[in-house]
């Protein structure tokens, strides 16, 4: 299934394809202030509609992973780093951006990244 995201503004758009089986919902340090709701899928499922630079980057500690957002309404919309198990290039879509999905149903795995 393709799943049709974007930013509140619309300014970062983009397509994702693959099914959602489960989010996840992180503890970390950024994590439970945006409050986002994660699904992994490989980097290339990932499509933007705009251009790469209208999604902006946000990177701290250690700077693995590419926090994108939407440098005008500041929301986040995905991420991106090499999955550390598998060693490929992987996003981590912010559900909550995508069109169509009802949240309620989506089963959420709880994820303690404030441990790490
Ligand atoms: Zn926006």
């Known amino acids: 299934m393709t799943y049709k995201g974007s930013c509140h503004c ?6 994702v394809e693959g099914e959602i089986d489960s989010a996840l919902a992180c503890n ?4 439970r202030r945006r409050g986002s709701l994660l699904w992994f899928v490989p980097r290339d499922k990932l499509r933007l509609q705009g251009r ?3 999604a902006a980057t946000y990177l701290f500690n250690r700077h693995v992973i590419r926090h994108r957002f939407c440098p005008a309404c500041g ?3 995905w991420g991106e780093a090499i999955h550390p198990k598998t060693g490929q290039p992987t996003a981590a879509i912010n559900i909550r951006c995508l069109d ?3 949240l309620g149903k989506v089963p959420v795995h709880h994820f303690d990244g404030a441990s790490l």
């Open 10 to 15: 619309g300014k970062v758009a983009f397509e």
């Open 28 to 31: 970390c340090s950024i994590c």
């Open 52 to 54: 790469e630079e209208d």
């Open 75 to 77: 929301i986040h919309t």
């Open 100 to 102: 169509g999905v009802d």
